[in-house]
């Protein structure tokens, strides 16, 4: 189902959550996990009508009665803000995954810092969002010309740089991910 109210009293006590990227591995075990606890779901998905991408969703137990799927597109500002709205809690989820891109900066990196910021946006625009959730990856801690630390802590980031430079696999996902968790941290 798309859309629908989101009405704040959904949920019982526990109100409503988004999960962006619903569909994905980690987006699905969430949205799996929060109806287990009986959460009201918002899960957004770039096409709620592509059955064979959200089969697995529609079919867990209340998923009928407790999980509304959103089409949103981190390419598209303001995609997110009617699945956010009524929402307590927000799961960022979603993130381009392609590293075949042929424009790393296009396709990848700036979706990925856009679709971020437009999320906290979309979160400050519902007013009832008390907690924002990002998902981020060790790739924004470990990637460098030097070996890893063996502990980590806040002031470790992934070299944007020598990433750039050396183009290891998956280069381009780190370099989104690093510069979109950087920008929402200084928000």
């Not at 696999?169 to 690093?178: L, N, P, R, S």
């Amino acid at each position: 189902m798309e859309g629908g109210r989101t009405d704040q009293n959904e949920g019982g006590g526990k109100g409503s959550v988004c999960v962006t990227g619903a569909t994905g591995f980690i987006g699905s075990w969430l949205v799996m996990r929060l109806l287990q606890r009986g959460y009201y779901v918002h899960g957004t998905v770039r096409d709620p009508a592509d059955h064979g991408k959200v089969k697995h969703l529609l079919e867990l137990p209340k998923a009928g009665t407790h999980l509304r799927l959103w089409r949103a597109d981190l390419k598209e500002e303001g995609s997110f803000d009617d699945a956010i709205q009524g929402c307590v809690g927000v799961f960022h989820v979603a993130s381009p995954m392609d590293i075949s891109v042929k424009d790393a900066e296009n396709e990848m990196i700036k979706p990925t810092v856009n679709g971020m910021l437009d999320i906290m946006r979309a979160c400050t625009k519902a007013k009832s969002v008390k907690r924002l959730i990002y998902t981020s990856t060790t790739g924004t801690i470990s990637t460098g010309p030097q070996p890893p630390p063996l502990e980590f802590d806040e002031s470790f980031w992934t070299d944007i740089d020598y990433c750039k430079a050396q183009k290891m696999t998956a280069w381009m996902y780190y370099v989104a991910k690093t510069t979109a968790e950087k920008v929402a941290e200084r928000l």
